[in-house]
């Protein structure tokens, strides 16, 4: 009875357990979509374009260093650019560093900087969704700071 009952709870999500559809965790894939707008190109199958490039974070930090803001500046030009481009999916990523769940957070409040930036800068905020890997998905494996200051990102995809 106990397992008929667990396996009833996986299947039913954060919404047995008092989460909300705008802060869930999809443990399949391990990430958080924050927005709660769905989560088509969600999972890494939007189409990364040459115009948006990557950017970096400090360690245990989610605010837009200075020396990534032309980064953004001309990303949010690209995206202005593209009409074509229905959606900018930001991606969050952290290091592996901190816990499942507090990489998550933090690859979240990545992405909504960033993609708050991306508004400031005169894209519409309809445009951008949001979501966060955590640290499930590293750009260079390692355990040390070479590898770690590559891993704390914001990836930028595209939905047409």
Known sequence: MI??????????GCALFGGSDDERVDSR?????????GVEGMDGAG?????????????????????????LRANAGAANA???WRTVVVEGHC???GSEEYNLALGERRANAAKQ?????????????????GESRPAV????????????????????
Do not use: C
């Open 3 to 12: 397992a008929v009952f667990a396996v009833a709870a996986l299947g039913m």
């Open 29 to 37: 894939d391990g990430f958080s979509a924050g927005n709660g707008r």
């Open 47 to 71: 189409e990364s374009v040459a115009e948006l490039e990557t950017i970096y974070f400090d360690f245990d930090r989610s605010n837009i260093r200075d020396d990534q803001k032309p980064t």
């Open 82 to 84: 593209n009409p074509a």
């Open 95 to 97: 290091d592996e560093r």
């Open 117 to 133: 930036y991306l508004v400031d800068s005169g894209v519409a905020a309809e445009r951008i969704d949001t979501v966060s890997f």
């Open 141 to 160: 494996q390692g355990h040390d700071e070479s590898a770690w200051r590559w891993n704390r990102r914001a990836e930028f995809r595209v939905i047409r």
